[in-house]
T-cell receptor
């Protein structure tokens, strides 16, 4: 299957700083990538859809100025958590849609802890 | 956001037993996907279903796309300890690229 790599896997940052998370499709080009947030023992919550070459589409209730998404190439999307606060601590996961298909492949996830 | 109803929520089974779980929706889907997530990891795609009535296997796993297009089932035969984890279904509604995820089934296998 297609491989999606997410980096870093874990990050600890101080409150007020910004953190960037990268999501790369390693062996295919992804025009559409998705960013999710997952709370403990819960399902995945879609935050935004990242479209190559255009602005991301955010879900209702997700602050676009807080969670900056950039999809500058067909293999890379980034999520930047700006001015992070402890309540932003969570597990963030990206996925990429397979070209020409309806399958979605996930990255390994990033555990963000804001102290 | 919208979620699929997935059941059971959790289950404890003995090694060697078969497992069944399902997802239901009030609306139809064009695609059903089944994932397994281990702690601290991203979900891994197990099976993809594209047509109503389709039955697809992947080793000990078998999944079916319901005839009504509103449900899907996943069966695991002869469970082993490494089957432990959380299983999620995901559906893709017609005319959209946004996947809707189930609430998850937490599986624990007792050796």
């Amino acid at each position: 299957g297609a491989v999606v790599s997410q980096h870093p896997s874990r990050v600890i940052c101080k409150s007020g700083t910004s953190v960037k998370i990268e999501c790369r499709s390693l062996d295919f080009q992804a025009t559409t990538m998705f960013w999710y947030r997952q709370f403990p023992k819960q399902s995945l919550m879609l935050m935004a859809t990242s479209n190559e070459g255009s602005k991301a589409t955010y879900e209702q209730g997700v602050e676009k100025d807080k969670f900056l998404i950039n999809h500058a190439s067909l293999t890379l999307s980034t999520l930047t958590v700006t001015s992070a606060h402890p309540e932003d601590s969570s597990f963030y996961i990206c996925s990429a849609r397979s070209p020409g298909g309806n399958e979605a492949f996930f990255g390994q996830g990033t555990r963000l802890t804001v102290v | 956001g919208q979620q699929l109803n997935q059941s059971p929520q959790s289950m404890f089974i003995q090694e060697g037993e078969d497992v069944s779980m399902n997802c239901t929706s009030s609306s139809i889907f064009n695609t059903w996907l089944w994932y397994k997530q281990d702690p601290g990891e991203g979900p891994v795609l197990l099976i993809a279903l594209y047509k109503a009535g389709e039955l697809t296997s992947n080793g000990r796993l078998t999944a079916q796309f319901g005839i009504t297009r509103k449900d899907s089932f996943l069966n695991i035969s002869a469970s082993i300890p490494s089957d432990v984890g959380i299983y999620f279904c995901a559906g893709l509604p017609p005319g959209t690229y946004k996947y809707i995820f189930g609430t998850g089934t937490r599986l624990k296998v007792l050796a």
